[in-house]
């Protein structure tokens, strides 16, 4: 397990379409994908359940990955959500 407290740098934070991407990213690994706030824990890969998570840009999350591709699920993860894919 590896996790990582990430800013999300997207503007205009994570609204319908940056929502999809993630997931469609996240879903790109084998491994499980969390994405933390101070009150929820949601799979990445639940397209409905980040939809809940409302994040707007510059909110700090916590990443949580457990699996076999954890190093890199992580690192794609980060990649995306500051912008930088």
Do not use: F
Not at 25 to 45: C, D, G, H
Not at 51 to 80: C, F, R
């Amino acid at each position: 397990m590896v996790s990582k407290t990430v800013k999300i740098e997207i503007q205009g934070g994570l609204e319908a379409r940056p929502v999809a991407m993630l997931v469609q990213v996240a879903s790109q690994y084998e491994s499980s994908i969390y994405i933390e706030t101070e009150s929820k824990r949601i799979n990445a890969k639940s397209i409905m359940g980040m939809m809940t998570l409302g994040l707007p840009a510059n909110e700090e999350v916590v990443v949580t990955v457990v699996g076999a591709d954890e190093e890199q699920a992580l690192a794609g993860i980060e990649s995306y959500l500051t912008g930088k894919n």
